[in-house]
């Protein structure tokens, strides 16, 4: 029996990779006879350079901008071609880099990774692959561009600050200082989300109350956001304020597409495709994945659904594991995964849960070993 084990991270618990181990370690133990094989996986979001490097490639860190300003060691990768850079925008400019009461997503920015972009540039890289997920920002971006020479001034020609709040004062742009060698890079924005800008599906409305926005500050978000990419149309000549996908991290990618161009892509279809996963399911009987959390989001392009949808179309069936569980179970299947099996045994608070997540998810796995020894191996005809 072949198995593929291809979870995503379990949020401020276990990377992707640490969930794999886990689940491994937890079939082995049930001594389950099987090939199994790790690929963890990232859609974008928590992982995604994780996920990227397992195949080869370098890490190079530096000390970039939080969201608050501060002083952070945070990375980027390079593959083994040597030209293209993967940047995960949460390890700059993410919401777990926040306590709780420090989540502010009207002084929040993503300088950080404009930091990185601009490392990465200079290293020689010149195609991007740039992760959208986890964000504590609502900046649209401007962070990031300023940091790789876009001024935003305001009416008397001062720079206007950091910040979604500073854009209620941008009154001008300037793009000169931009480096004219983005021209020729190419930029892939990997995504798991469909929202657009603006409006009510956008990055304001959707996103900013998971980073601290309350039912007040809310439209100031939005006004702000608003504002500033009018007059990126207005001065810049782009309109991307409708753009499919331009909500992802806080509008961070609508921002980057303005100045940069490029294609905002699915982040796990990326992914899947790098890792040539179609043809790994060729010689497949079961993959096991799996996420922190399952809700109405997971079916939108989410990690262990791309690779459950992928399965399927080789028939090939898909177990999740979760610690949560908040949609249907019929609604995931659907949408492409066999089965889904929560980890946590009993009702405990989400502190504990998260500190004994390893071992939660060794014991599930290792009942599902108990389980596919029911009736011997399956395999597929």
Not at 29 to 50: F, K, M
Request: aromatic share 4%.
């Amino acid at each position: 029996m072949k198995i593929i084990v291809a979870p995503g991270a379990f949020k401020h618990c276990l990377s992707a990779a640490g969930v794999a181990e886990a689940i491994e370690a937890g079939l082995r133990r049930s001594g389950l006879a099987a090939e199994i094989s790790r690929q963890p996986i990232a859609d974008g979001g928590n992982g995604t350079l994780d996920a990227w490097l397992a195949g080869g490639g370098e890490r190079f860190t530096l000390t970039v901008d939080d969201p608050l300003g501060r002083p952070v060691q945070a990375a980027y990768g390079l593959l083994p071609d040597g030209r293209t850079a993967v940047i995960e925008m949460a390890l700059a400019s993410g919401i777990e880099l926040l306590t709780d009461t420090e989540r502010d997503p009207l002084q929040a920015d993503t300088t950080g990774t404009g930091q990185l972009l601009r490392a990465a540039l200079e290293r020689g890289a010149r195609r991007f692959i740039i992760g959208m997920g986890g964000s504590a920002t609502v900046d649209g971006g401007m962070g990031a561009l300023q940091a790789l020479g876009v001024r935003m001034l305001d009416a008397s020609g001062q720079p206007i600050g950091r910040g979604n709040g500073a854009l209620a004062r941008l009154a001008n742009l300037d793009a000169s200082g931009l480096d004219m060698r983005w021209q020729d890079c190419e930029i892939i924005i990997a995504s798991d989300v469909e929202n657009p800008t603006l409006g009510p599906d956008g990055a304001a409305a959707v996103f900013g109350p998971q980073k601290g926005a309350t039912a007040e500050t809310v439209p100031l978000l939005e006004a702000n956001l608003t504002h500033f990419f009018e007059i990126v149309a207005a001065h810049h000549g782009v309109d991307v304020r409708s753009l499919r996908g331009g909500g992802a991290a806080g509008a961070l990618s609508a921002g980057l597409l303005a100045f940069l161009g490029g294609r905002i892509v699915s982040g796990i279809d990326l992914l899947l495709d790098e890792m040539n996963f179609a043809d790994q399911l060729r010689t497949a009987d079961l993959i096991i994945t799996g996420e922190g959390r399952m809700d109405e989001q997971t079916t939108y392009g989410k990690g262990p659904i791309g690779v459950a949808r992928l399965a399927r179309s080789h028939g090939v069936p898909s177990v999740a594991l979760v610690g949560g569980l908040a949609v249907d179970d019929a609604v995931l299947h659907e949408a492409g995964l066999t089965v889904v099996l929560p980890v946590v045994t009993q009702p405990m608070p989400l502190e504990d849960a998260l500190s004994q997540g390893r071992s939660l998810i060794e014991q599930a796995a290792l009942r599902l070993g108990y389980l596919l020894q029911l009736r011997g191996t399956q395999t597929r005809p």
